[in-house]
Every structure is written in structure tokens, then in C-alpha cells.
């Protein structure tokens, strides 16, 4: 096996010398994210961190907006390396409220700012996510770049209900398929539930969900709503072994949105992303669902309806 164009050695020794990536910018203060929401929200505002907790989790995850490769990964987000970020002498750490156990140890490095990263009593995940950006926005100093995404997202959102004006209302399932034949729902308190609800949409999902909006269900519990549409993330060769595995199902095969051909893949989003995701997930839902015969999808709500009647007259 090769070795690694960074060892460990010379990463430290870098940072130690404050010479990793080039010379620092005196203007921009040196923030470190221990959630992917804070970085995801923080790229989202103009500001790159210089250290981010699980860098692979959030390149598969969320993906955009893409972290520079000079930002460090520090490792779990349960377990950051903290031997590099003292080190680092970063200005700021921006954490999770769940991350409380570590807090003491952090603030001996730096000082914390600490965030929820769901909802919680908020009115809704979007609210929160606005509250959010506009708090680390004062905190880094981009209060005017924060507003202006906040803008951009709603600016998003408006487009994909005017895309989307013909499907107000229409029920819609959204979820990642399991390669155990379950699904991981989406509900009304995540971000892309949100989202939905927002721009038209009405979230079929009626069963319990967890404080950040998430639930898992088997197939069987997917048959509630006949008139739904079914929208999940494709996540490459892992949907592909999902959907072979669910098309053996007579339960999957026999679900009105698989007869009737209703199931809509589209890109990965991070179910409780921040604001750049949100946008992200309006503007794929305006270009997956516009093409939807919609015509065709009333006409065949139709006949069954009609079907079931004249079975009830017999």
C-alpha cells in the first residue's frame, strides 16, 4: 500500500508551523464544525472551516456545498481529535447540543458555540434552519451572507410550488430504500419533509417519527394512502440491490404506486440538511415531478375509484 500524500507527522507539523493549505487569511476567523449542519451551513455562507468532525460522512451525505481539500477531517463526530485541534488554535468550535460530554474538553481548546441540530420546539425544520444560519452568521461575522441565503432558499422554495402548482396537495411517501427490504421514512419534522409540505406536497407518512423526522417502516406499512406517490434517494448500487430485493416482494409489487408507476429516484439529499439542501431538494422535486403525466395519474385514480364503487353496488 502506498503511503498517504499526508502523514499524520506532517499534518501536525503543518499545523503546529501554520503553514498547512498556504498562508492563513487574517480577515476570516478560524471556526472548526463538529456536525455536518454547521459545515454544510457555514460553506453555505461563504465561510470554509478549517477543521470539520467526519469529512467522509459529510462528503457522502451531503456533498454540496463541497469542502475544499484543505479542510482537515478530525474524525467521529462522537470522538474529534483533540490533540489536532489544539494544534490548530482555531478561533471558534462550532458543536451540537448532544455533544454535551465533550464540551468541558472543548472550551479548554477554544470557545463553543453549541446548536441543536434538529427542530426541537421550533415551529417547523426550516424556521430552525433560518435561525441557525442567521446565529452563526453573527458569530463569524457574515450576517449579510446569511441573510442572502436565507433569501436564496425561499426564492427556491417559491419557484418549486409555481413548478409544481399542478401537483398542490397531491400525497407523496418520501424515503430511502433499505437493502433489508424496510425503508428509512421522512416525515413532516425533517428537512425534506419540510420542504415538501412547502412547495405542494402532502407527506403521506401518518406513523410516528422521531424528533428529527425519521422513522422505519416495512413496505406492508406503505399502503394507507392509495392516491401517494413514492420518492426516494438513489443511492447507487445500494437502490439497485434494494429494488431487486423488493420487486421479489408480492406486497411491493402489489402497492398502487409501484403498479401504477409512481416511484420517482432522484439524487441523494441529506434528510436534515441545512439550507443549501433544502434548496437543493425543491429544485429536484420541480424537475422530477413536472414530468409526472398528471393526466394519467388522475385518470387512473379514477378508474379505481370507480372500480371500487361498482365492487361496493355488487
Same mark, same amino acid.
Given at each position: 500500500m502506498s503511503e498517504p500524500a499526508i502523514t499524520r507527522r506532517s499534518l501536525l507539523g503543518g499545523l503546529a508551523l501554520g503553514t498547512l493549505g498556504g498562508p492563513a487569511r487574517a480577515a476570516a476567523p478560524r471556526v472548526v464544525t463538529l456536525d455536518g449542519l454547521f459545515t454544510e451551513t457555514?460553506? &453555505?455562507? &461563504?465561510? /470554509?472551516? /478549517?477543521?470539520?468532525?467526519?469529512?467522509?460522512?459529510?462528503?457522502?451525505?451531503?456533498?454540496?456545498?463541497?469542502?475544499?481539500?484543505? /479542510? /482537515?477531517?478530525l474524525g467521529p463526530l462522537q470522538e474529534p481529535n483533540l490533540e489536532l485541534l489544539r494544534l490548530m488554535r482555531p478561533d471558534l468550535l462550532v458543536a451540537a447540543t448532544w455533544q454535551a460530554q465533550t464540551q468541558g474538553a472543548l472550551a479548554r481548546i477554544a470557545p463553543v458555540a453549541a446548536f441543536p441540530t434538529t427542530a426541537g420546539n421550533a415551529p417547523s425544520p426550516l424556521d430552525h434552519l433560518d435561525t441557525l444560519t442567521r446565529a452563526l452568521g453573527r458569530r463569524v461575522g457574515h450576517e449579510a451572507q446569511a441573510e442572502a441565503r436565507i433569501a436564496e432558499t425561499g426564492a427556491a422554495l417559491a419557484q418549486a410550488r409555481a413548478t409544481l402548482a399542478g401537483h398542490l396537495g397531491r400525497p407523496a411517501y418520501i424515503c430511502r430504500l433499505r437493502e433489508d427490504g424496510r425503508v428509512a421514512m421522512f416525515g413532516a419534522r425533517c428537512t425534506v419533509g419540510d420542504v415538501a409540505a412547502r412547495v405542494g406536497l402532502a407527506n403521506a407518512w401518518s406513523g410516528g417519527q422521531s424528533g428529527s423526522g425519521t422513522a422505519f417502516a416495512g413496505i406492508e406499512d406503505l399502503g394507507a394512502n392509495p392516491d401517494a406517490i413514492l420518492i426516494h434517494f438513489d443511492r447507487g448500487r445500494e437502490t439497485v440491490r434494494a429494488l431487486a430485493r423488493l420487486d421479489t416482494s408480492p406486497i411491493w409489487r402489489a402497492l398502487p404506486f409501484v403498479r401504477l408507476q409512481r416511484v420517482v429516484a432522484m439524487p441523494v439529499v441529506h434528510p436534515n440538511g441545512a439550507l443549501p439542501s433544502a434548496a437543493r431538494f425543491a429544485g429536484q422535486l420541480a424537475a422530477a415531478l413536472q414530468d409526472i403525466d398528471l393526466q394519467d395519474i388522475d385518470r387512473q385514480d379514477t378508474d379505481r375509484q370507480g372500480a371500487q364503487a361498482g365492487t361496493r353496488r355488487r
Open positions: 457555514l460553506l &453555505g455562507i &461563504g465561510l /470554509v472551516p /478549517v477543521a470539520a468532525a467526519n469529512r467522509p460522512l459529510y462528503e457522502r451525505l451531503t456533498a454540496q456545498p463541497a469542502l475544499p481539500p484543505e /479542510v /482537515v477531517d
